[in-house]
């Protein structure tokens, strides 16, 4: 299962980051991918990070702004958002792929707020 | 970037219904199509990957079918645990995008 860190207010301008902790398989041996879906929208792929070696790939509308990282001792993944705008107001999930990035594992989702 | 697109938008039906929703990319993925159902205040569940592959213990009422860039997604005998909304997601090209969601309610 992943399990994510708790719900996040921040103000525009500053920075989030969102841990999902995996247990029950090798973190080693999947990607993690993150994806965001705004209040009443559509999920919106944001990118991934090779559990192995560290390797990222992100959706070019996210680039400069987004980091991700990861925990191998700890089996856990880290998204990073900086300049966060009110736009970035969306409930935040990490999700394992299967074969084909069919995501058969997701966390329970984080909630960042962001509000002046 | 894929564009997906998905209809109808929302689906009103009755217990014991089959219904179907259609879900179109804006260039040829193969079979590369998965299919999602989320509830409120949850993550999404997957259903069917590949277009047309039952995901284990998910009930066998629903289905996937379609290829290159026409995809229908069917539930036969709707059943009330079933009303959410249901988002197709294409995996042939990065950036993975989703449809806009199709909203099933019960009539």
């Known amino acids: 299962q992943l399990v994510q860190s708790g719900a996040e207010v921040k103000k525009p301008g500053a920075s989030v980051k969102v841990s999902c902790k995996a247990s029950g398989y090798s973190f080693t041996s999947y990607p993690m991918h993150w994806v965001r879906q705004a209040p009443g929208q559509s999920l919106e792929w944001m990118g991934w990070?090779?559990?192995?070696?560290?390797?990222?790939r992100l959706s070019q509308k996210f680039q400069g702004r987004v980091a991700l990282t990861r925990d191998t001792s700890a089996s856990t993944a880290y998204m990073e958002l900086s300049s966060l705008r009110s736009d970035d107001t969306a409930v935040y999930y990490c999700?394992?792929?299967?074969?084909?990035?069919?995501?058969?594992?997701w966390g329970q989702g984080t909630m960042v707020t962001v509000s002046s | 970037d894929i564009q997906m697109t998905q209809s109808p938008s929302s689906l009103s039906a009755s217990v014991g219904d089959r219904l179907t929703i259609a879900c179109q990319a804006s260039q040829g993925i193969s079979n590369c199509l998965n299919w999602y159902q989320q509830k409120p205040g949850k993550p999404p569940k997957l259903l069917i990957s590949?277009?047309?592959n039952l995901e284990p213990g998910v009930p066998s009422r629903f289905s996937g079918s379609g290829s290159g860039t026409d995809f229908t997604f069917t539930i036969s005998n709707l059943q009330p645990e079933d009303i959410a909304t249901y988002y197709c997601?294409?995996?042939?090209?990065?950036?993975?995008?989703f449809g806009p969601g199709t909203k099933l309610d019960l009539q």
């Open positions: 997601q294409q995996c042939a090209n990065l950036p993975l995008t």
């Open positions: 990070i090779n559990g192995g070696n560290g390797n990222t």
């Open positions: 999700a394992r792929p299967i074969f084909n990035d069919a995501f058969d594992i």
């Open positions: 590949d277009a047309s």
